[in-house]
C-alpha cells in the first residue's frame, strides 16, 4: 500500500534536508505510528505520503514513495487523494465548504458519485463520527474536538485505503479519543492502511503494528510499540509517555475560593443567538495559586466559559467578579487573560522580545521592563528565540510565547485554551513548570485541556462541564 | 429526506435565489458601476446592493466590512492629500472626485457579499462547471468568494485577541489587527488551496449537478427589480442632476 525508498527530502529555500533516510512499508491492514519531538520531520512524511511534497510545495525529493502503486513524483495530489485521505493537525485548515454536510459531500461530487450514494456515504460516515446532529451547521461554529471529527469524517466518507492522521488525538477529549481508536481499529480490520503522527502515544498502543521514531529528519529507532516503553529512549528524544493514568477521577471537584472576592462569576446566564441556553445560573469561585482543569465533552462550553470570564462574551444574565465587584467586560483583560487555541492571533510584534515587552502592563516602569521580558522568556525557554518574528515560529512555540505574553500581565486569572496540544513531551513539561511558576506568582490557572499527561503534572482540581440539554 | 447536502440553504432571502440570477446580478451589476460616473447613479445603486447584501447577511456583518470599505477611502483621500500637498502640480486634492471609484467598490462589496454568504460554494463550482468554463477560471472565483466567510471569521479571531492586549489609537489598529490579518490571509489562501488540492477540486471527474434546478418566482422578481434598478440608475446619469467631474 505505501513503499516509502531512502527518502532525502530539501524543501525550497533550505540548506538541509527535512527528512534523511527514510525508508519503509506499510500494507494494507497495517498501522503505522511516526513520533518524535517537534519539528523532527513528522509533518514533512505526511507531506510526502499524501503528495504535497514535492509536486505541490516543491523542494528536491530523492529515493521514491509509492502509494497503492503511484510514484507521488508523478500523481498530482488531487489524483492520490482518492486513494489517501489526510486529516491534518488543525482540522480548521482542510475545510473548504461552509456546513458540515457540504464539507462531508464535497469530495465526493469531484469523484462524480451520484447525489444519492453522497448522501448514504455522509450520513453513515456523520454517524460514524457522532455527528449527524451537526450535518446543518457552518463549520465556523464548531468546536475544535467537533472539527477533527468533521474532518475524519469527511475522509471516511470516501472510503480511503490508506489514511494518514496528523496529530489526531490532538483536540479530542478521553471518551473521543478511545471512541477514534475503536473507529480505527475498525478501518484496520476492513484493510485501510493507517499512518498516524502524534505526540500523545498512550493511546496508540493497542492500534500501532509499527512505530518509527524521528530526530531532526533522521530514523532514531523503529519496532513494535514496546519500544516505546523505554524511558530513556523517551527522555532522549522528547517523547511523551507510553502510558498514562486518567487523573480525572482523583481530581477534587474544585472548592469555592477562600478568599473573598478574588476571582469569579456570579449567577451567570448565557445563549448564543438562536441557540440553546449554554450556562444558566452559573456561580464560580476561585481563589490565588490553584490550577484547575476544566473538563467536560467536546461542546460542552468550556471555550465558552473562557471567553465569558475574559470578556470576550457578554453574559445574559449575573456578572463577572473581580475583588468582590462586578466588573463590565470591557474591563475584564485586565484581570484575567485567556489564551485561545489559535495562538499565531495573539501574536503581532516583530520579534519575541518585542512581543513580551508589548504585552507587559503599561505601567511597568521603564527599568524593570527588560528584567521582566528576560525572566519570562527564560521561564518559557524561548530566550534562545528572542530576535525570532513571532510568525516565523512553529505552532509550539507560538503556544508557548502567546502563555507567557498573557502571565508577564500578571493576571489574577490565567485560562489556558488547550495549552499543550501539539505539543512534544519536553514542551509539555516545559510548559507545566512555566503553569507552576505562573500559579506561585499568585495566579489562579484555569485549564481547559484533554492532555491527561499535564492533568496528572500540575492540576490539583477539576471543574466539570456537561452539555445542557 | 433531502436530495442532497449540496442543495441551498434557505434560511435567508438572498439564500433562496438562484445561484444563476445572482452571477447574473453580480456582473451586471459591476458592469453598470463602472460604466456609470454620476455619483448620484452610483449611490442609488449603492442603497440597492445594500438591499441585497443584506438580505444574505446579519446587519452587523456588513458592518464590519463597510468598515473596511470606510477604512480604504480614508487611506484613499490621505494619501491622495499628501501627493497633493507633496506635488501639487500632480494633482488637486477633492473629496468629491473619489467618492466615485469609492461608491463603486461599495456596490462591489455588497454583491461579492451577497454572493460569498448566501451560497453554498459546491453548488457555485457545479453551475461555473454547467457553463464551461475553464478550470482556471471557475476554481479560482469559486475559491476566491469562498475565501470571504473565512477572511470574516479571521477578523472575528483577531479581533477578539486585539481586545485581551488593548492599546490605543493607530497602534492598536495597526499591531493589534492589521499585522495579525495580514499573516493570516497568507496562511489562510495558502491552507485553502491545499485543502482544494486534496479534495481534488478541478480534477478530472465531472460533478454531477444534485437536482434540476428550476426558476422560482422570486428568481423572477430579483431578476425584474435588478433590471429596473439598472435603467433607473442609468436615466439618473442621463436626465438626473449632472455633476461636473472635479480636476484631479
Not at chain 1, 506499510?26 to 499524501?50: F, I, M, P, Y
Not at chain 1, 503581532?348 to 525572566?375: C, I
Not at chain 2, 442532497?4 to 453580480?26: H, N, P, Q, W, Y
Not at chain 2, 477578523?155 to 492586549?165: G, S, V, Y
Amino acid at each position: 500500500m505505501l513503499h516509502v525508498e531512502s527518502v532525502i527530502y530539501t524543501y525550497p529555500h533550505a540548506d538541509r534536508p527535512a527528512l534523511e533516510g527514510i525508508g519503509f512499508s506499510l500494507h494494507a491492514g497495517e498501522t503505522l505510528v511516526c513520533t518524535g519531538r517537534s519539528g523532527c520531520g513528522k509533518s514533512t512524511l505526511v507531506r510526502l505520503v499524501n503528495g504535497l511534497a514535492p509536486l505541490y510545495l516543491g523542494g528536491t525529493l530523492q529515493g521514491r514513495v509509492r502509494v497503492a502503486g503511484q510514484d507521488t513524483r508523478e500523481t498530482t495530489p488531487a489524483m492520490l487523494a482518492r486513494s489517501v485521505g489526510t486529516l491534518f493537525q488543525d482540522p480548521e485548515r482542510q475545510f473548504f465548504a461552509i456546513t458540515v454536510g457540504d464539507e462531508l459531500a464535497m469530495g465526493l461530487q469531484w469523484r462524480g458519485w451520484q447525489p444519492d450514494r453522497i448522501e448514504r456515504a455522509v450520513r453513515e460516515s456523520a454517524q460514524r463520527l457522532g455527528v449527524e446532529d451537526l450535518l446543518e451547521h457552518t463549520i465556523f461554529g464548531l468546536s475544535e474536538g467537533q472539527k477533527q471529527k468533521v474532518a475524519l469524517a469527511s475522509l471516511l466518507a470516501a472510503e480511503p485505503r490508506l489514511l494518514v492522521l496528523d496529530e489526531p488525538s490532538a483536540n479530542l477529549d478521553p471518551e473521543s479519543v478511545a471512541d477514534l481508536a475503536a473507529t480505527l481499529a475498525g478501518l484496520k480490520e476492513s484493510g485501510v492502511a493507517l499512518v498516524i503522527v502524534d505526540h500523545r502515544l498512550s493511546w496508540l498502543r493497542g492500534l500501532a503494528d509499527k512505530v518509527l521514531v524521528l530526530d531532526r529528519g533522521r530514523e532514531v529507532a523503529s519496532g513494535p510499540f514496546a519500544l516505546l516503553d523505554d524511558a530513556a529512549l523517551r527522555e532522549r528524544c522528547g517523547l511523551r509517555a507510553a502510558e498514562v493514568a486518567d487523573p480525572r477521577g482523583s481530581l477534587d471537584e474544585s472548592r469555592p475560593g477562600t478568599e473573598d472576592g478574588f476571582f469569579g462569576c456570579r449567577r451567570l446566564g448565557f445563549a448564543y443567538p438562536k441557540g440553546r441556553a449554554v450556562f444558566e445560573d452559573t456561580t464560580l469561585a476561585f481563589a490565588p495559586g490553584r490550577i484547575i482543569a476544566l473538563v467536560g465533552e467536546n461542546g460542552a462550553g468550556k471555550t465558552t466559559l473562557a471567553r465569558l470570564l475574559t470578556g470576550l462574551e457578554r453574559p445574559r444574565t449575573g456578572a463577572v467578579i473581580a475583588s468582590g465587584a462586578a466588573v463590565k467586560p470591557r474591563a475584564l483583560p485586565s484581570h484575567a487573560q485567556v489564551v485561545l487555541q489559535n495562538a499565531g492571533h495573539q501574536l503581532r510584534m516583530n520579534s519575541v522580545e518585542a512581543e513580551l515587552d508589548d504585552a507587559l502592563p503599561p505601567d511597568t516602569p521603564r527599568d524593570r521592563r527588560g528584567p521582566e521580558v528576560q525572566g519570562c522568556m527564560e521561564r518559557f525557554g524561548i530566550a534562545h528565540l528572542a530576535a525570532r518574528h513571532p510568525q516565523s515560529l512553529s505552532g509550539g512555540e507560538q503556544q508557548r510565547l502567546a502563555v507567557a505574553c498573557a502571565a508577564v500581565r500578571r493576571p489574577r486569572m490565567l485560562i489556558l485554551d488547550e495549552p499543550t496540544s501539539g505539543l512534544d513531551g519536553e514542551n509539555m513539561r516545559r510548559m507545566a513548570g512555566a503553569m507552576r511558576n505562573a500559579a506561585e506568582q499568585g495566579a489562579c490557572l484555569l485549564v481547559i485541556t484533554h492532555d491527561l499527561e499535564l492533568m496528572n503534572l500540575v492540576c490539583t482540581e477539576k471543574i466539570v462541564l456537561r452539555k445542557a440539554c | 429526506m433531502r436530495a442532497s447536502f449540496l442543495t441551498e440553504r434557505k434560511e435567508t432571502f438572498a439564500a433562496g435565489i438562484d445561484v444563476r440570477v445572482k452571477l447574473l446580478l453580480c456582473f451586471c451589476g459591476s458592469v453598470v458601476s463602472i460604466a456609470l460616473s454620476s455619483p448620484l447613479s452610483l449611490g442609488f445603486l449603492a442603497g440597492c446592493s445594500m438591499l441585497l447584501a443584506l438580505g444574505a447577511a446579519r446587519p452587523l456583518t456588513i458592518a464590519r466590512m463597510y468598515l473596511f470599505a470606510v477604512l480604504m477611502l480614508a487611506f484613499a483621500l490621505a494619501f491622495s492629500g499628501l501627493i497633493s500637498l507633496a506635488v501639487p502640480g500632480l494633482m488637486h486634492w477633492n473629496a468629491f472626485s473619489l467618492s466615485v471609484p469609492f461608491l463603486r467598490i461599495l456596490i462591489s462589496v455588497n454583491l461579492l457579499l451577497m454572493l460569498a454568504l448566501s451560497t453554498p460554494v459546491q453548488t457555485l463550482f457545479n453551475r461555473l462547471q454547467s457553463w464551461k468554463l475553464p478550470v482556471w477560471v471557475h476554481v479560482p472565483l469559486s475559491v476566491a468568494i469562498r475565501f470571504v466567510p473565512s477572511f470574516i471569521n479571521d477578523c472575528a479571531q483577531i479581533r477578539d485577541a486585539a481586545r485581551l492586549r488593548p492599546g490605543a489609537g493607530l497602534r492598536r489598529f495597526w499591531r493589534g489587527f492589521a499585522v495579525p490579518l495580514v499573516f493570516r490571509m497568507l496562511y489562510s489562501a495558502d491552507d485553502l488551496a491545499m485543502a482544494a488540492e486534496l479534495k481534488g477540486v478541478g480534477s478530472a471527474a465531472k460533478t454531477r449537478l444534485s437536482q434540476k434546478e428550476c426558476m422560482t418566482r422570486r428568481d423572477a422578481a430579483v431578476a425584474a427589480c435588478t433590471a429596473l434598478a439598472l435603467s433607473a440608475a442609468v436615466l439618473m446619469q442621463y436626465y438626473g442632476p449632472q455633476f461636473r467631474p472635479q480636476p484631479m
